[in-house]
């Protein structure tokens, strides 16, 4: 699903995207804003909380600059949703793995979404 990722730019399905996305295992791709630059907060991870995923991975910039909070974290968690964060280009790699494995698998795919922010 996801082709390629370098600072600023992922390649998914085909199409370059240079603002920071969400990823869902349906293949739709969205915009990700957050309403601080370099902290998820509870409002950032909403939007991928109500689609009841099964896991959220969130990339934290290429050198994790990112920081996710306590809060946001707590929030996923209480969810019953598993929460992966990593560096965006180990992110992606986890995103994939867990999307292509689920797609092999027979019965029910594995619901996971990706919120991968591009740069730093």
């Given at each position: 699903?996801?082709?390629?990722?370098?600072?600023?730019?992922?390649?998914?399905?085909?199409?370059?995207?240079?603002?920071?996305?969400?990823?869902?295992?349906?293949?739709?791709?969205?915009?990700w804003q957050?309403?601080?630059?370099?902290?998820?907060?509870?409002e950032d991870?909403?939007?991928?909380?109500?689609?009841?995923?099964?896991?959220?991975?969130?990339?934290?910039?290429?050198?994790?600059?990112?920081?996710?909070?306590?809060?946001?974290?707590?929030?996923?968690?209480?969810?019953?949703?598993?929460?992966?964060?990593?560096?965006?280009?180990?992110?992606?790699?986890?995103?994939?793995?867990?999307?292509?494995?689920?797609e092999e698998?027979?019965?029910?795919?594995?619901?996971?979404?990706?919120?991968?922010?591009?740069?730093?």
């Amino acid at each position: 699903m996801i082709q390629e990722y370098r600072f600023g730019l992922i390649n998914i399905n085909g199409k370059n995207h240079s603002e920071d996305v969400e990823v869902r295992w349906t293949g739709e791709v969205l915009r990700w804003q957050r309403k601080e630059n370099h902290k998820v907060n509870t409002e950032d991870v909403e939007r991928a909380i109500e689609q009841n995923p099964d896991t959220i991975v969130i990339g934290t910039g290429e050198s994790g600059m990112v920081e996710v909070t306590d809060e946001a974290q707590n929030l996923i968690n209480k969810k019953g949703i598993r929460i992966v964060i990593d560096a965006t280009e180990q992110a992606i790699k986890t995103f994939n793995v867990i999307n292509g494995e689920s797609e092999e698998e027979e019965g029910e795919q594995d619901k996971v979404i990706g919120l991968f922010h591009l740069t730093c």
